[in-house]
């Protein structure tokens, strides 16, 4: 399921990275739960624009899959439960 696309998406510190990849001119390919680990995944269309500070509990991985996405902010909202913003290459 794909959701609007624009908008508030994250309860957590990823907004904020949401909205400054957004304002540099960055898309979202997609929006929606990404079962069972992560609550919302949104995945820009391409490459984050810059390096992001991180918040406390919050995690950056390279993926570096063709089939997924290059890489990933990801943060634990609720025990188990996970935000996750990822850029496509």
């Not at 960055?26 to 929606?32: G, K, Q, T, Y």
Request: glycine share 6%; net charge positive.
């Amino acid at each position: 399921m794909t959701r609007k696309k624009t908008g508030r998406y994250f309860q957590s510190p990823l907004q904020q990275i949401l909205e400054s990849e957004l304002g540099r001119g960055n898309s979202i390919r997609s929006a929606a739960d990404w079962p069972p680990r992560c609550i919302m995944l949104v995945l820009l269309d391409r490459p984050f624009k810059r390096r992001h500070a991180l918040a406390p509990g919050m995690d950056f991985k390279r993926v570096d899959d063709p089939h997924y996405w290059q890489a990933e902010y990801s943060i634990e909202v609720e025990p188990g439960k996970w935000e996750c913003l990822a850029c496509g290459f």
